[in-house]
């Protein structure tokens, strides 16, 4: 296999973009993700269209132990992986202290824990080798508290800020870490996490945007990609450092709540 991507959560969404922007690159890959279903029909897909190969490991890294699965699978079959895109996420709506506890750990478990299970696993592989590029997916929701997504915010402020501490510490090696921070997207997050009806989510950029951006990113070695932000969310941001924390948090609020 030759320039080989693992990509997470690759049956939809962004991650389904990576794949396919990967694979008209003519880069082979390894898909991982819950549902075998839409995993072979994409691996099927891109062969197809490409002459690609494209091998499928079916696992939900929410679970304790399937990061660590996932790398041994890869190691058994002697493939090498160039690009590591942890993609795999979900978000989730309402008070954090009416929300089922068990669905905010799943969460936890899934933005946090396997992305940096999956990283600290391949990232040793890199070093040796003195070459290879991460690509963590983030969101712009980690420059923010997140009332009413209180979880999901702060999972992705993780993401962004261990993404660039690992970059700094790999400063003297030709491995890159690169963290993509979409804004509201239009994929399945909206409607699982319960956003679809919130002005947040009342204009969308395609996930195909997003991943270009994304995967652009990481091949240049850039350090952050903020994408899919429309004029008036780009000046907000520009403006959060300077607007009270308070009124910062209810201006938040007043957009997540379902209208």
Not at 126 to 132: A, E, H, L, M, P
Not at 139 to 162: E, R
Not at 178 to 193: D, N, R
């Amino acid at each position: 296999m030759k320039k080989v991507a693992l990509i997470t959560g690759a049956s939809s969404g962004i991650g389904k973009e990576f794949a396919k922007i990967h694979a008209e690159k003519g880069g082979d890959m390894i898909l991982v993700a819950r549902s075998k279903d839409k995993l072979e029909a994409l691996k099927t897909a891109l062969e197809t269209q490409h002459s690609i190969q494209v091998e499928v490991i079916c696992k939900d890294l929410g679970q304790p132990n399937a990061p660590k699965e996932v790398y041994d699978e890869v190691i058994s079959r002697g493939i090498e992986i160039e690009y590591l895109i942890n993609n795999a996420g979900f978000g989730g709506y309402g008070k954090f202290h009416e929300r089922q506890w068990e669905q905010d750990l799943a969460m936890i478990h899934l933005n946090i824990v396997a992305l940096t299970a999956l990283t600290r696993f391949f990232l040793p592989e890199f070093v040796k080798r003195n070459q290879g590029k991460i690509l963590n997916v983030s969101s712009t929701a980690s420059f923010l508290p997140g009332p009413l997504q209180a979880v999901y915010f702060a999972t992705k402020a993780y993401v962004t800020f261990f993404s660039n501490a690992i970059a700094e510490e790999l400063y003297d090696t030709n491995i890159t870490v690169t963290t993509l921070m979409p804004g509201a997207t239009a994929t399945e997050f909206a409607k699982t996490s319960g956003m679809d009806k919130t002005n947040l989510f009342e204009k969308t950029v395609s996930a195909r945007s997003v991943a270009e951006d994304g995967y652009n990113g990481m091949l240049k070695g850039k350090l952050d990609v903020v994408s899919g932000l429309t004029t008036s969310q780009k000046w907000m941001m520009k403006m959060v450092p300077f607007t009270p924390k308070k009124l910062l948090l209810k201006q938040i609020r007043q957009m997540q709540e379902v209208v």
